[in-house]
């Protein structure tokens, strides 16, 4: 059995474990620096390595033997996990929407005989795929909107928003700068910025720019789309509560208090849904046309089930790590997700959670 290690004992990370070791390929071993974390979540079936990813040595004793690693550990603990894994011939994967993290991965990656595959979860990560896949069935693309939201089902409070996934990870997308082509030119703009509104089976939405979604996509469609932007989708009324606190009451500059405030104030919840909505415009066969990817993926409704954001984002990476065993990926070096056929991604057998 090809033997990986899973780094990250919360949702995500056991829930990846967990499928590892149900498919009968994989031989697991879940790492976290809390133990009790680790004694109490474990799969059945999963080695329990406590392991401090502040270590770099810890970190290199724990890859030792190593087929691949899943990083499901916080965004700022990237560059450490990937360095070691270079440096034990580790192939990389991970789940992060940041930026500054995926740059430090991709330096890191520079010239490794292993391969490094950050951003590997839904938005970064499959959102790419099914982006690049639209926009070659066309002869001159005009228009990509990639619109992704992980939202409450049952929402009670003025944001309309409950917490699905990691609150670092939220603030980084509504407090760091967001990359679009337009006009045929790459450039960066303000989060919570560009509201749109939609409607979706007979449900209204809002959308508007935050980081980190789009991945590599405007490096890779640089010249040959028109106009590229990725926004998340919420409730409508939900973009001015939040410019409101991140912009007038100025909680991105001051991100541990908007951490405290919304993991105090928002409870969590599994009863979630998650949409997809990719969109292209511009020419088939000299015609204008239009082709669109939309899903909606909801959380289990059993009570050991899992949220439509822990499903989707881990059938992500699972469906990667899949492919590379299979032989189905490169060999070494920086993948950028949209490089992966969308054809091969949707045959994978974890891939059934988006069929």
Known sequence: MTNILVLGSGKIGVGIAQSLIDSGDFQVA???GDADSLAERAPEGAEKLV?????????????QGRWAVINALPYFLNARVASAARQESVHYFDLSEDVSATREVRAIAEGAGTLFAPQCGLAPGFISIVAHHLVHGFDEAHDLRLRVGALAQFPDNVLRYNLTWSTEGLINEYCNPCEIIHDGARREVLPLEGLERFSLDGVNYEAFATSGGIGSLCETLDGKVR????KTVRYPGHRDMIQMLANDLKLCENRETFKHLIETGIPITRQDVVIIFVTVTGLQGGMLAQESFVRKVYGDTEEEGRSAIQKTTAAGVLVLVDLKREGKLADQGFLRLEQVPFEDFMGNRFAEVFA
């Open 30 to 32: 879940l790492g976290d």
């Open 227 to 230: 106009n590229l932007s990725y």
């Open 51 to 63: 392991v401090d990813a502040t270590d770099g040595a810890a970190l290199k004793e724990a890859l």
